[in-house]
């Protein structure tokens, strides 16, 4: 039974046990409905207390049962039942009480949190809004703009603020449960404080219209956060039942929407990839002490990040001059955290003190558990180094590579221990990005790969296997959409209208964008070293190595497809005239291009390769690439990721558009045969995500 009650003493006691979380799925709102009831006819119980087993509070509806025919009870009709009782019911919260698990919270008539509760309606993430009473209990609670504030950021607010703002009555001293018995017993025989009865608070027109303008800029495209907005400010001046209606029409509607579909759809896949058959059940080794080779920025980034953990971290440069200026940029990043409110002053100063040691000499990785090499991404040195390591390294110690494209089977061909060593790829600011891809060489054992896992939850980041190829998952489908976009430039397009095209698609950045900040430099030295491989048929933008030859490298030098200055990026004005002559030059004659037809050949080339990618194992699943490219490459998260989008969007309709594409420049556009076969059974993607999960 997810919910039974009982009295103690004067005091009934609600409790739901629904594991993981005590989402409130159907049998637990039916079970909440019986409670009440029976709470109500037991004369004996002056008061109840409501609180849940296991590891939190209600973390939110069963979002599981989304997309389905929803099932009475509802939980808007549960929390009004509750709240309509005639003794008072307190809410004891511990963990975390998210979504419909504090909507529940806030129609019971006094909460009390434990110090380390957080709380928070995080629906707008899921492209929802809070759908049972959060728009309108939250607002009488705390107040309109930081009502608005907490709804449209989703954040979890500590228990500590939450009293501040009046979200819950009192923090525990002691025992939970028994402060929170105390807490009903003395409000046992008063009339219970409801909270649909306290007053709407005013409206603030100027204020919300900054919150709105605000959360647009930070979010383009997203519709819950204006939803939300919406109603909370619609319904301040109606009474509370007719608040709850408009809140019940924005809420069925969202459910519908696709961007709801694709958020649900990037959570959950973002905890189905760890579940992989061949780690399931397989324990992995420590991961206490970590040892980092090169105190580059990657190295550093991965340092800050096991520091960030708490775990030891040792990290080696070629000499003391090197070492030092690592620790001072390592330094530098746990400031970046103080600042972003992140890490408190004194865990930086023991994270640096205690935790971090710099060195030169290999000998200081002897007791590591793992060792991340992060120097320069060149094979022979990368060879060198794990020559070296094998040496040093104890036994069973994981020895990973943070190279960003070169094959972990050479590199594991350089030790005698091929079954310890495997790819941990991780994203700039290492510190900072969630991805990280695990990459599973041919001798790579199972262990490692467990291990790879572990260290990645450990540093709160979302790890995906990969395999060995040239740019594994990622870059290699980033390569593919590099090419298409740049051919579009060289036929005729301009590279500013193609970043803009696709930011309006919901990109974090256009390509061109992304080129300057990551410097033009690293682009040219990628062609140099795919060159030898080129197709004769592959076109190469010129117009790039050009502007890398005059210096021009992006943000680093001021400019590079844009001009940075003062205000917004403006385009090069030099471009026009560099891109007629590199098209002269080619004997192109420039046409021009629409943002649908940037958008199509731009996502086509994406999901094409993509394709290729699950299909040749590089990929164990379709979601996997939407979570490499949700969190590594600025896809837009409320489009879900490519594979998803491509689903919505039609495989059909993509095939077709690379069949046609394929009509002018055949040697590119060519179908990937799972995406054929996909179209040819009427399947989609999502089909193989399903078929792995069974
Ligand atoms: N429904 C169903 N399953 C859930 C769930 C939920 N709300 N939340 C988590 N799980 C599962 C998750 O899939 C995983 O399953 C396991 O629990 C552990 O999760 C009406 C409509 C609570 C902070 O958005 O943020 O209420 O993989 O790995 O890192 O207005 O889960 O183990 O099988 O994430 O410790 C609003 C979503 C819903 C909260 C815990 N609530 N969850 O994090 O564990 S909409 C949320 C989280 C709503 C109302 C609206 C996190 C967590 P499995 P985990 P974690």
Not at 408 to 420: L, S
């Amino acid at each position: 039974m997810p919910v039974t009650y009982r009295r103690d003493g004067a005091i009934g006691v609600i409790t739901i046990d629904n594991p993981p979380v005590n989402a409130t799925g159907q049998a637990v709102r039916a079970g909440l409905m019986l409670a009440a009831r029976d709470f109500a006819a037991d004369d004996a119980a002056e008061a109840a207390v409501m609180i849940c087993a296991g590891r939190t509070w209600v973390a939110g509806a069963d979002i599981t049962e989304f997309g389905k025919p929803p099932r009475e009870p509802f939980l808007p009709d549960v929390i009004t039942a509750i709240e309509s009782l005639d003794k008072p019911v307190v809410a004891a919260i511990h963990g975390t009480a998210l979504g419909g698990g504090l909507e529940l919270a806030m129609g019971c008539h006094a909460r009390i949190g434990a110090p380390g509760a957080r709380m928070g309606l995080p629906e707008v993430t899921l492209g929802l809004l809070p759908g049972a009473g959060g728009t309108q209990r939250l607002p009488r609670l705390i107040g309109l703009m930081p009502a608005l504030e907490a709804i449209t950021s989703a954040r979890q607010i500590p228990a500590a603020e939450a009293l501040d703002l009046g979200l819950i009555d009192a923090l525990a001293t002691g025992d939970l449960t028994a402060d929170a018995m105390a807490l009903a017993r003395s409000l046992a025989g008063q009339a219970p404080r409801r909270t649909r009865d306290l007053p709407a608070p005013g409206d603030q027109p100027d204020a919300v219209a900054a919150l709105r303008a605000a959360v647009a800029r930070r979010l383009p495209g997203r519709i819950g956060e204006g939803t939300a907005i919406d109603v909370v400010t619609d319904s301040l001046a109606v009474p509370f039942d007719q608040g709850m209606a408009m809140e019940r029409a924005a809420f069925l509607a969202l459910m519908d929407s696709p961007q709801r579909a694709a958020l649900i759809h990037a959570f959950f896949a973002e905890r189905a990839v760890g579940n992989l058959p061949a780690i399931k059940g397989v324990a992995p080794r420590d991961l206490e002490r970590i040892g980092v080779i090169g105190g580059g920025t990657m190295g550093a980034g991965i340092a800050t990040a096991c520091l960030l953990a708490g775990q030891q971290v040792t990290l080696i440069e070629r000499d003391d001059a090197a070492a030092a200026r690592a620790r001072d940029t390592i330094a530098g990043m746990l400031e970046g955290a103080v600042k972003r409110g992140k890490l408190k002053p004194e865990a930086r100063d023991s994270a640096l003190s205690d935790r971090l040691t710099t060195g030169t000499d290999y000998a200081g990785l002897a007791q590591a558990d793992l060792i991340i090499e992060a120097v320069f991404e060149s094979m022979e040195v990368k060879e060198q180094v794990f020559a070296q390591l094998d040496r040093v390294a104890k036994p069973g110690a994981v020895l990973a590579t943070n190279t960003s494209y070169l094959d972990v089977n050479r590199i594991a061909d350089a030790t005698g221990r091929p079954g310890d060593v495997i790819g941990l790829h991780f994203f700039s600011p290492a510190h900072v990005m969630r991805l990280l891809e695990v990459v599973v060489a041919d001798r790579t054992d199972p262990q490692v790969v467990a291990t790879g896992f572990a260290l990645a939850k450990r540093l709160k980041k979302i790890a995906v296997r990969a395999g060995v190829c040239d740019g594994f998952i990622g870059n290699r489908i980033l390569s593919h959409y590099r090419a298409a976009v740049d051919a579009m430039v060289l036929d005729g397009a301009a590279p500013q209208q193609i970043d803009r095209a696709l930011a309006d698609f919901g990109f974090a950045m256009g390509p061109y964008a992304v080129s300057d900040l990551a410097g033009l430099d690293i682009g040219a030295m990628t062609r140099q070293r795919k060159a030898a491989d080129r197709h004769p048929r592959d076109r190469v933008p010129v117009f790039a190595d050009r502007l890398y030859e005059q210096g021009d490298l992006g943000r680093k030098t001021g400019r590079g497809f844009y001009v940075y200055g003062e205000g917004k990026p403006q385009p090069n004005p030099d471009l026009p005239a560099l891109l007629d002559r590199v098209r002269a030059d080619l004997g192109l004659t420039p046409r021009a291009f629409d943002d649908e037809e940037i958008v199509a050949r731009t996502m086509a080339a994406m999901v094409n390769e993509a394709a290729r990618v699950v299909e040749d194992g590089t990929a164990a699943r379709p979601l996997d690439v939407d979570v490499v490219m949700l969190n590594g490459y600025g896809f837009p998260r409320w489009r879900g990721g490519p594979m998803h989008w491509a689903d919505a969007h039609g495989l059909d309709r993509i095939l077709s558009d690379i069949r046609r594409f394929a009509e002018t420049d055949d040697h590119y556009w060519q179908p990937a045969p799972l995406l054929e076969r996909l179209v040819a059974e009427g399947r989609r993607f999502a089909d193989l995500n399903k078929e792995s999960q069974s």
